[in-house]
Antibody, heavy 122, light 106 residues
Framework: EVQLVQSGVEVKEPGQSLKISCKGS????????IAWVRQMPGKGLEWMGI????????RYSPSFQGQVTISADKSFSTAYLQWSSLRASDTAMYYC???????????????WGRGTLVTVSS | DIQMTQSPSTLSASVGDRVTITCRAS??????LAWYQQKPGKAPKLLIY???SLESGVPSRFSGSGSGTEFTLTISSLQPDDFATYYC????????FGQGTKLQIK
């Protein structure tokens, strides 16, 4: 089965670091870009950035550049989203998603993970 | 950056109604537009891609149209399962989502 499996719920305090994951299976992980999408409580979808696991080429939305780091480990077919110092405003659901076209960074998303809920609170 | 303006933000309708949601791009995106449906606590689900192509398995009561800067999603006869939030997304240049339309029962 083609799927993206995300890591579980995280509860952190402000200032802490965090790395969440998204593991692809059922397809050639290195052939498709993986995007990250934020959804703050009760709000809409925001594209954060995208990575090509084949060569780790990474592109960020200007809104998120410098705020997060996207990486991938093709040995584990896993993409990551990390923060060095969390803020309360990072509280959100984070989805990974795959563009439908192999090799294309900008295409519609036909595959989504179920999301990782991150709560940042003191 | 390309901005996507989606309207209305909320839409009240009844089962059997025909409804239309509009999405406008701040500049031409050709047909690089997708529509997603999202239910509470769930990931978005792809409905329409390339502005008017129906994703496999999506009921034919969903349809999309438009090109350039103006796009619409139409549900021809609302079913109980259709009450959800809908998002447009441009993927012509980077990605931008519309603000969402919550479709609720009248």
């Amino acid at each position: 089965e083609v799927q993206l499996v995300q890591s579980g719920v995280e509860v952190k305090e402000p200032g802490q670091s965090l790395k969440i994951s998204c593991k692809g299976s059922g397809y050639t992980f290195t052939s498709y870009w993986i995007a990250w999408v934020r959804q703050m409580p009760g709000k809409g979808l925001e594209w954060m950035g995208i990575i090509y696991p084949g060569d780790s080429d990474t592109r960020y939305s200007p809104s998120f550049q410098g705020q997060v780091t996207i990486s991938a480990d093709k040995s584990f077919s896993t993409a990551y989203l990390q923060w060095s110092s969390l803020r309360a405003s990072d509280t959100a659901m984070y989805y990974c998603a795959r563009p439908a076209a192999a090799g294309s960074p900008y295409w519609y998303f036909d595959l989504w993970g179920r999301g990782t809920l991150v709560t940042v609170s003191s | 950056d390309i901005q996507m303006t989606q309207s209305p933000s909320t839409l009240s309708a009844s089962v059997g109604d025909r409804v239309t949601i509009t999405c406008r791009a701040s500049q031409s995106i050709d047909n690089g537009l997708a529509w997603y449906q999202q239910k509470p606590g769930k990931a978005p689900k792809l409905l329409i891609y390339k502005a008017s192509s129906l994703e496999s398995g999506v009921p034919s009561r969903f349809s999309g149209s438009g090109s350039g800067t103006e796009f619409t999603l139409t549900i021809s006869s609302l079913q109980p399962d259709d009450f959800a939030t809908y998002y447009c997304q441009q993927y012509n240049t980077y990605y931008t989502f519309g603000q969402g339309t919550k479709l609720q029962i009248k």
